[in-house]
T-cell receptor, first 113, second 116 residues
Framework: GQSLEQPSEVTAVEGAIVQINCTYQ??????LSWYQQHDGGAPTFLSY????GLEETGRFSSFLSRSDSYGYLLLQELQMKDSASYFC??????????????FGPGTRLSVLP | DAGVIQSPRHEVTEMGQEVTLRCKPI?????LFWYRQTMMRGLELLIY????????DSGMPEDRFSAKMPNASFSTLKIQPSEPRDSAVYFC??????????????FGPGTRLTVL
């Protein structure tokens, strides 16, 4: 079957750095994405890794190791507004064959003052 | 751009009634996805379309669920008859595939469905 694993909750203080891990077991792998969702809101795209390595976008970075079926989202200089749920998602098909996306269960991040 | 538009934003109905959820994707996007989100099951992909054609509906829970995309700017998800266990937030998302794609999906605000 298809499965992604993330920690259910993470707590950190303002200004700190936090890492949210994601491990996956899928029939195929064509990319790992990260989404942020505030309570009552819709998921919004944060970052994407198609190849191994680190991608940096402002305070957010994402890392992928395909050999380990592992990735993480790194949030730096945490702010109160970063309190939200964070989801990893894997596309397990090449685009010319389909676009099945499998989402992880989500990690709830609480940022304390 | 207005983003992905969904309607209604909230729907309360009684068991056995038909429910129709609507979605307008972002102009120029060629792929559309319907998701369901619950506390128990998380975010589940129900069905997706490429260029208005349904590609994979294996995530649709039962025959009571059906989805259509008659043109590039409109899609519906129908539940008939509805049951209390269908209560969830239903999201529509769209994206544009291509060589420079980064797997980015743009989600609509969602429809919160409550079946009594």
């Amino acid at each position: 079957g298809q499965s992604l694993e993330q920690p259910s909750e993470v707590t950190a203080v303002e200004g700190a750095i936090v890492q949210i891990n994601c491990t996956y077991q899928t029939s195929g792998f064509y990319g790992l994405s990260w989404y942020q969702q505030h309570d009552g809101g819709a998921p919004t795209f944060l970052s994407y890794n198609g190849l191994d390595g680190l991608e940096e976008t402002g305070r957010f970075s994402s890392f992928l190791s395909r050999s380990d079926s592992y990735g993480y989202l790194l949030l730096q200089e945490l702010q109160m507004k970063d309190s939200a749920s964070y989801f990893c998602a894997v596309r397990d098909q090449a685009e010319n064959y389909g676009q099945n996306f499998v989402f992880g269960p989500g990690t709830r991040l609480s940022v304390l003052p | 751009d207005a983003g992905v538009i969904q309607s209604p934003r909230h729907e309360v109905t009684e068991m056995g009634q038909e429910v129709t959820l609507r979605c307008k994707p972002i102009s120029g996007h060629n792929s559309l996805f319907w998701y369901r989100q619950t506390m128990m099951r998380g975010l589940e992909l129900l069905i997706y379309f490429n260029n208005n054609v349904p590609i994979d509906d294996s995530g649709m829970p039962e025959d009571r669920f059906s989805a259509k995309m008659p043109n590039a700017s409109f899609s519906t998800l129908k539940i008939q008859p509805s049951e209390p266990r269908d209560s969830a937030v239903y999201f529509c998302a769209s994206r544009k595939t291509g060589i420079t794609s980064t797997d980015t999906q743009y989600f609509g605000p969602g429809t919160r469905l409550t079946v009594l």
